[in-house]
DNA sequence: TGTACATCAGTGAACGCGCGTTCACTGATGTAC
DNA sequence: TGTACATCAGTGAACGCGCGTTCACTGATGTAC
């Protein structure tokens, strides 16, 4: 059957973003295509008139992923009191609730990893989301030039990142409660001076 | 045929050095048995001899890989001069050797990500494997109580494992290499106070 | 000391399953006339 | 305005491949006698 003008961009648009939860939620190889078009009702067979592939629907989706995780810390530092823009978008960061929410939280604590291991062209969008996401956050940081504000941006996401991802394997709530908490002290400290 | 005494339990060792390797370049996903057991000239069917399953192979292939970075982590602070031990320590594990060799290099910055995703077994290995490292490397770090030097260590080790990671994943040779001096600059300024 | 049998690490074919991708088909609506 | 045809998002069976796991078999050496 033939559908209204702009329906084929909206499922595009509803696939990339039900991948962009299921590949941060379950890795790449952990979400099948099946099961994404299942998640919209849709059948498998569908998928290839809108991606030529799922190496480009997975780049598309923590592209998406690195939006997201942007606007959500821009968001905490503005509705921060004066002063505490930093302080708000660490404690965002690794808060409990990005802890036990990787589907909707930052690619580069869910999927760096994996993504080191894909693909030249996976890897250099990769390179340009996180560079996007840098130069959004770096001015809550403090440093004499935009390139030393950049510089320390990237230490301190990666940093968090780190912190998060161990933090999510660990089984134990009391040790990732932690861990989490000394990285939030650590970061705010750190990173004021 | 049967075999010398020993001879089993020397095999078993090598498959759990090869898978060791493979495991920490490729994930587990990316590293098939049959691949596994060709590196050591034998066919994929006697695996079973030594191992219940693929995960437990798992399992221990990447607690080996945390006595591995632990040794390899107390050797550069223990031949560098007194109270350089913890800048040894940064340097070693942020370097571009390391960075350049994950197949040898520290399980949490190869692993971590899928590891959340694994089942709650491996999650305590995991865990259980950590600990022993931090505990290993936290006599380099300062602090009041022993409480307080594994806290700041778990916060070290997690961020230079999620620069280490980002770095990998950079297809940019320059951009890699300005994270990791980045980074270690700021840890070792950060956790010297 | 010699003989018959048991052992078991390793072999390689086979099984079963999941999954990415392809493809012939459907059918409601748009377009040409 | 009405009719014939084209379009194309979505369907679902099928294909091909990789891979974890199983299993009957091998054969050199150890053990029982």
Chains 1, 2 share one sequence.
Do not use: W
Request: hydrophobic share 35%; aromatic share 6%; charged share 30%.
């Amino acid at each position: 059957m033939r559908y209204p003008a702009q329906h084929k961009q909206h499922t595009r648009e509803r696939i990339v973003r039900a991948a962009s939860r299921r590949f941060r939620s379950r890795g790449s190889e952990g979400a099948a295509i099946s099961d994404l078009m299942k998640d919209l009702r849709l059948t498998h067979g569908g998928f290839y008139r809108h991606f030529e592939s799922k190496e480009d629907l997975f780049n598309e989706a923590f592209e998406h992923g690195f939006q997201q995780i942007a606007d959500r810390l821009i968001a905490a530092a503005e509705k921060s009191p004066k002063g505490g823009e930093l302080k708000a978008v660490i404690e965002a960061y690794l808060s409990l609730d990005h802890c036990e929410d990787a589907a909707d939280g930052c690619p580069v604590s869910a999927l760096t990893q994996e993504i080191a291991r894909h693909s030249p062209r996976t890897r250099s969008v990769f390179q340009r989301s996180i560079r996007e996401l840098l130069v959004r956050v770096s001015r809550y940081v403090p440093g004499a030039t935009e390139d030393e504000r950049l510089r320390k941006t990237g230490v301190l996401l990666s940093g968090m990142s780190g912190a998060l991802s161990v933090a999510r394997a660990l089984p134990d709530d009391r040790m990732r409660r932690r861990l989490l908490e000394g990285a939030r002290e650590f970061y705010v400290k750190a990173m004021m001076t």
